[in-house]
């Protein structure tokens, strides 16, 4: 006797091989697995002096990810005492998701953690 919904009331209950009654759930659980989607991160890494040739460059990437449906976290990376530029790493990751505007949507602003600024662009459906 296995109990297929115990939540029911009067819980429900059948009669079968319990074996086959788990085989069957593990099908359905991988089934549903298999339909959920995948969230896909692509990242792209700026200096806080990227120059305008390699910030094109970049943005190309970025717009291609974005149409490919997967979410994209840009980052500025500071190294040694480039730290004294946080505000041009954040201009240059603003500039970006004002680019980036018609194929996204920023979902987390321009935030400092350690030596990286991160910022999250969703993309528009």
Do not use: N, W
């Not at 091989?17 to 659980?29: G, P």
């Amino acid at each position: 006797m296995v109990e297929i919904s115990p939540k029911a009331d009067p819980p429900v209950c059948k009669v079968m091989d319990y074996k086959k009654f788990l085989y069957e759930q593990k099908k359905r659980e991988k089934a549903l697995k298999a339909k959920a989607s995948k969230v896909v991160i692509k990242e792209i890494r700026f200096g806080p002096q990227t120059d305008d040739h390699d910030y094109e460059f970049k943005k190309k990437h970025a717009e291609k990810f974005l149409k490919d449906g997967a979410k994209l976290k840009a980052f500025v990376f500071f190294k040694g005492r480039s730290i004294v530029f946080k505000e041009q790493g954040q201009i240059l990751l603003l500039r970006l998701a004002q680019d980036l505007e018609e194929f996204g949507k920023v979902e987390q602003m321009p935030k400092l953690e350690g030596k990286r600024m991160t910022m999250f662009i969703a993309p528009k459906k």
